[in-house]
Each structure stands twice: as structure tokens, then as C-alpha cells.
């Protein structure tokens, strides 16, 4: 079965060709991050228009790479939502339009369940299971039973992972996005020059917050001598980065021992931190866990995990209406059933 897979939720178009939901023939992402740096964070309007200009060459390419025409296409999947409304409505109006021209079946994924899902393109792993998402949008816990039904254990109560990490490094000027800068400073830095307390710890709840970490750099930042120099800047992108990888990776934990779930499945952009990964493939040996992470090119927003869920559902006997509509935010969902 042949899934095109259609990504257009914030600012990457992006179309992916899979074949029985797990071997990727291509995965083609354009994006328009060149175009929103000097605002320091994605324009909703400038990203729509950039996706209306590059969806039918993304399709195109993505087509030509995997070496199949649009006739050998099965169904077409697509990120419903969340994400920002004007780019979700280009990806659903070409996905619609190619199933409606094609006679094939359409399905509307989420985006955030398609970033974990990710994980089961790179490894094979068997539900249940649990997800840790940790994207720009989004980080959260969830009990994954099955592709369809997911249980929300835990989220953030304020910023997202990705988004912190975003923040900061605006504070310290690093540019945007932050994390892939943070994440390289970091590297072989003592992680405790400077401490930054871990939030929500000390609670039962799963919930996350990322927000106090983020002023409490801004404060310590404020209190230094200007202009900072880089290796004082290495030491506070290490302190903070460890802050935030000791939280998400003793939460996980805690959540795979309380639901005694064994395989732990890392998506969205966060999850390409080589400090996650390190510190995530020690916790694992100790606990005697699975803990699986999605190649680095699925890490990052693309159309293969797009596809690949949407070919688990379509297995599952799902299909969306021709009419469905987008979602920006579904915040007040407990459960993705
Ligand atoms: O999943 P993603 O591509 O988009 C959303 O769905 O939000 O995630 C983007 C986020 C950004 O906040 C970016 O700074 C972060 O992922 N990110 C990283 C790394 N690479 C990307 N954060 C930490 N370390 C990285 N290596
Ligand atoms: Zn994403």
C-alpha cells in the first residue's frame, strides 16, 4: 500500500511517499525558516503564502524521488491539525483535492501524535507504549494503546519544551530557532556552573512547566556583566539544557513505572537533543527500558510520520469525510480516541 503524506502545519511544506506504513521511498521537506529568522519566530501570514507557492513542487519531488506516479497512490494522509490555521488549510485543500481527483481514500492525522509515531518508522515497537512529545508546540506524556486510542498522561501548564529552549536562546542572542544552537554550545560543558532548579519535580502530577526555568535564566542573565562572552554562554545553554533533559527524562520514567509500560517512544523537534538521547540511554539501562527515538531527519516537522499514521489508522479501518475541517489547538482534549 502507497500513502502520500502531506505536512503543512507551521512553517516546513513538506510531502512523504511510504510504503506499507514503514519504509519511507521519499520524504521531502521545503522550508520557509530562512524567511521568518530576522522576526525571531515563524509569521503565521508569511508561512501560508510560502506553502501555497512550494506545495505542488514539494508533491512533485516527492513523487519523482520515490519513483511512483499519482495513479500508484493508495491514500492520501494529511496533518489535520494542530498547527497555524492558514498553513493547515493549504496541506488539507491539496491532500482533499488529490484524493477527491484520485478516488482515494483521505485521512486527517495529528501532528503531534504523528511526531511519536515517527518512532515506529525507525524501530519496531508494539503498542502499548508510551510517548513523550517534545516539540515547539508541544510536550506531553501519553499512554499509547493503539494508533487511534491515546491517552493524555501529562502535558505543560505553560511553555512548550521547544519553545523554552527557543526563549532562551533569544535571551542569550543566540537566534532562532534555539535549540540546535543550545544544543551545540552545550556540548562538553560543566553542567553545573549554573543550577536551575528542576520544575514540578516534587509533585506526583505528570504535568509539565518550562516557563520558570526560562525567567530564571533571564534573571541570572541580567544580574552578569555585559557583553557576555561565549563561554559563559556555553555554561548557562549547559545548565539550562540539563534542567530541562533531567525533568523530561525522570517524568518519563516515572510515568513508564506507573503505568508499567516497558517501551518508551521520544518525537518532535526536542527529541534531536544529544543530551536527551545520552541522558534518556542511561536511564534506560537503569531501568531496564526501551527507549526508542526517531531517526534525526523525523525528528524535525516532515511527511513521512504523517503518512505512516495515517497508513496505521487506514489499517485500523478510519477515513476522514472530504469536508473535515482543520484544527489549530486541541488543548481541552483529554484523550485522542
Ligand atoms: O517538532 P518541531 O519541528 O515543530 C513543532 O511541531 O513545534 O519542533 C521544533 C522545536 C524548536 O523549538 C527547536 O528549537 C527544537 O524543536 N529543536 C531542538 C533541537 N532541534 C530542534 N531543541 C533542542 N535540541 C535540538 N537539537
Ligand atoms: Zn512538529
Not at 4 to 26: F, P, R
Not at 119 to 134: E, H, I, N, R, Y
Request: aromatic fraction near 6%.
Amino acid at each position: 500500500m502507497i500513502t502520500l503524506g502531506i505536512e503543512t502545519s507551521c512553517d516546513e511544506t513538506a510531502a512523504a511517499v511510504v510504503k506499507n506504513g514503514k519504509t519511507i521511498l521519499s520524504n521531502v521537506v521545503f522550508s520557509s525558516l530562512s524567511e521568518h529568522k530576522k522576526y525571531g519566530g515563524v509569521v503565521p501570514e508569511i508561512a501560508s503564502r510560502s506553502h501555497v507557492g512550494s506545495i505542488l513542487e514539494c508533491l512533485d519531488a516527492s513523487l519523482k524521488k520515490a519513483k511512483v506516479s499519482l495513479i500508484d497512490i493508495d491514500l492520501v494522509a494529511v496533518t489535520q491539525g494542530p498547527g497555524l490555521m492558514g498553513s493547515l488549510l493549504v496541506g488539507l485543500s491539496a491532500a482533499k483535492t488529490l484524493a477527491w481527483v484520485l478516488k482515494k481514500p483521505l485521512i486527517g492525522v495529528d501532528h503531534v501524535l504523528a511526531h511519536v509515531h515517527a518512532g515506529f518508522l525507525s524501530a519496531d515497537l508494539k503498542f502499548p507504549c508510551l510517548g513523550l512529545v517534545v516539540s515547539g508546540g508541544h510536550t506531553m506524556l501519553l499512554r499509547m494503546n493503539s494508533p487511534a486510542h491515546v491517552q493524555i498522561l501529562g502535558r505543560t501548564i505553560d511553555d512548550a519544551a521547544g519553545e523554552a529552549f527557543d526563549k532562551v536562546a533569544k535571551i542569550l542572542g543566540l537566534g532562532y530557532p534555539g535549540g540546535p544552537a543550545i544544543d551545540r554550545l552545550s556540548r562538553g560543558e560543566d553542567t553545573k556552573k549554573f543550577f536551575f532548579t528542576r520544575p514540578f519535580l516534587s509533585t506526583h502530577s505528570l504535568d509539565f512547566s518550562f516557563s520558570g526555568i526560562k525567567t530564571a535564566v533571564f534573571y541570572r542573565t541580567r544580574e552578569l556583566k555585559k557583553p557576555l562572552g561565549l563561554k559563559i554562554k556555553k555554561e548557562i545553554c549547559a545548565g539550562f539544557q540539563e534542567a530541562v533533559c533531567d525533568t523530561l527524562v525522570k517524568k518519563t520514567v516515572r510515568a513508564a513505572g506507573e503505568n508499567r509500560l516497558k517501551n518508551v517512544v521520544v518525537g518532535g523537534g526536542v527529541s534531536a537533543n544529544t543530551r536527551l538521547r545520552e541522558k534518556f540511554k542511561t536511564a534506560a539501562e537503569k531501568e531496564s527500558l526501551n527507549v526508542v527515538f526517531p531517526k534525526t531527519a523525523l525528528c524535525q516537522d516532515n511527511a513521512a510520520m504523517i503518512a505512516g499514521l495515517g497508513a496505521a489508522l487506514y489499517r485500523i479501518g478510519q477515513t476522514s469525510p472530504p469536508d473535515m475541517a482543520a484544527y489549530s489547538d486541541f488543548s481541552k482534549r483529554d484523550s485522542f480516541q
